[in-house]
């Protein structure tokens, strides 16, 4: 959401003009971005984009109403969905708004981290909140710990730049958590709370602040410090493979909602609101200074230094991250490595049909585990296509490739 800044008719981005367009796509969609998914983010009530905030405000205050009434109740799961259902809301209200110092911002992300300290209180010690000093910053995490046998290993989960720290996993269904792996997620450099500190990200700044979490988190006697993974989402997939590329305690790395390669098709030919948020994120108020950036940000160079067994997830058409620039990206990879296409779908793969309706976070977990495990030897390679509504999905045969002249006889 822009602010008008008083009387002058200038703009920072060559696109920015194109705002009315947006406010009618919220009206009749209900979304702000990723418009090839029919399902709604955003209730009917929200016709504009600056309706949004007090929209979703409206929302959140009434599901943060029954968490707290089923807290008082003494109905602890119940309560902790419900915190984690107003936690979401309140979460996509204060993110359409990209200004510093916004009272209405802070205002809904206080609300949403007074819902999650509740959610940590009722979680018996399973959750706790992590902070480290990083570059004369404070950062901030989230540690989601396992029941299973301790030491654990640990993945450092990098959200996308519509997410938080508090997004993902979900308190209530944890599938790292349920396979035997702790789950750190982090605010690094521009998202969440560091927006809030004007904490701003760089072209690398975000896998330094995540090599810090690591190394503190490396101290734990809880953490097998040998057994470091890194998962990551839309965003988070280009910071998880350059924090793979820079640390080499990483071990493992599996992401999806790809961001692997080229960041044109996000940043120019996509919603315009991509960058103005990155340039938000980033303290950025010149345009051409923000695109000399995104040239910076292709992956090529970073994913050749890449060692580790790695996953890369993208949807066929997704609309932010091209397949044939993700594919170059994968090809530079040294490690053992897989690389799965989702057919006939978009940047989003949660209650995706092509996975059988669940969301790709417990494929992505039940794949680290297994590359911790020391199933995937020197040289694997699979290229899987996970079918529309038939196949075995990623449990597939490899494919010989995605183009039409490899792909014909499967779409026979």
Same mark, same amino acid.
């Given at each position: ?5 008083? /009387?002058?008719?200038? +703009? ?22 990723? $418009? ?43 309560? /902790? ?7 979401? /809301? ?73 997410? /938080? ?21 982090? %605010? ?15 072209? %690398? ?61 996000? $940043?120019? $030919? ?36 890449? #060692? ?25 990879? +040294? ?27 417990? $494929? ?25 509504? #038939? ?22």
């Amino acid at each position: 959401m822009l602010t008008n800044d008083g /009387t002058s008719m200038r +703009q920072e981005r060559q696109r920015d003009n194109q705002q009315w367009m947006l406010d009618w796509i919220i009206k009749t969609t209900g979304r702000e971005q990723n $418009f090839a998914y029919d399902y709604r983010r955003f209730p009917p009530e929200a016709k504009s984009y600056r309706m949004i905030p007090r929209v979703m405000h409206r929302e959140g205050a009434h599901k943060e109403a029954l968490a707290r009434a089923a807290d008082e109740a003494g109905h602890a799961e119940t309560a /902790t969905a419900l915190y984690y259902e107003a936690v979401e /809301t309140y979460r996509h209200g204060q993110h359409v708004i990209f200004e510093d110092d916004n009272p209405e911002k802070t205002f809904l992300h206080d609300r949403m981290s007074a819902c999650y300290d509740r959610i940590v209180a009722l979680s018996n010690g399973a959750i706790e909140r992590v902070e480290i000093a990083w570059e004369d910053h404070l950062m901030s995490g989230i540690l989601h710990r396992t029941t299973g046998p301790s030491p654990a290993p640990l993945v450092i989960f990098c959200p996308g730049m519509d997410m /938080t720290k508090e997004a993902m996993p979900h308190p209530a269904n944890n599938p790292w958590a349920r396979r035997g792996l702790h789950i750190l997620s982090i %605010d690094g450099p521009g998202q969440g709370v560091s927006n809030l500190r004007k904490v701003r990200v760089t072209a %690398d700044n975000y896998e330094r602040a995540a090599t810090a979490f690591v190394d503190a988190m490396v101290e734990r006697p809880d953490v097998d410090a040998g057994k470091i993974a890194v998962s990551g989402f839309s965003m988070g997939s280009h910071w998880g493979t350059r924090l793979a590329a820079l640390d080499s305690r990483v071990k493992a790395i599996a992401t999806a909602a790809a961001c692997y390669g080229s960041k044109r098709p996000l $940043f120019q $030919f996509a919603s315009p609101r991509f960058k103005q948020m990155f340039m938000y994120m980033a303290g950025i108020h010149d345009e051409d200074e923000f695109d000399d950036l995104a040239e910076q940000m292709g992956l090529l160079d970073e994913a050749a230094q890449i #060692r580790c067994p790695s996953l890369q997830v993208i949807g066929e058409y997704d609309p932010l991250c091209y397949l044939e620039d993700a594919y170059d990206v994968y090809e530079r990879i +040294q490690g053992p490595k897989e690389f799965w296409v989702i057919e006939n779908d978009f940047h989003i793969p949660v209650a995706c049909r092509n996975l059988g309706g669940l969301d790709i976070y417990p $494929f992505l977990a039940d794949w680290l585990r297994d590359a911790l495990n020391g199933r995937f030897a020197d040289g694997h390679r699979r290229d899987v296509l996970v079918q529309e509504r #038939r196949g075995a999905g990623p449990y597939s045969d490899p494919v010989p490739g995605y183009w039409l002249p490899e792909r014909a006889p499967l779409l026979d």
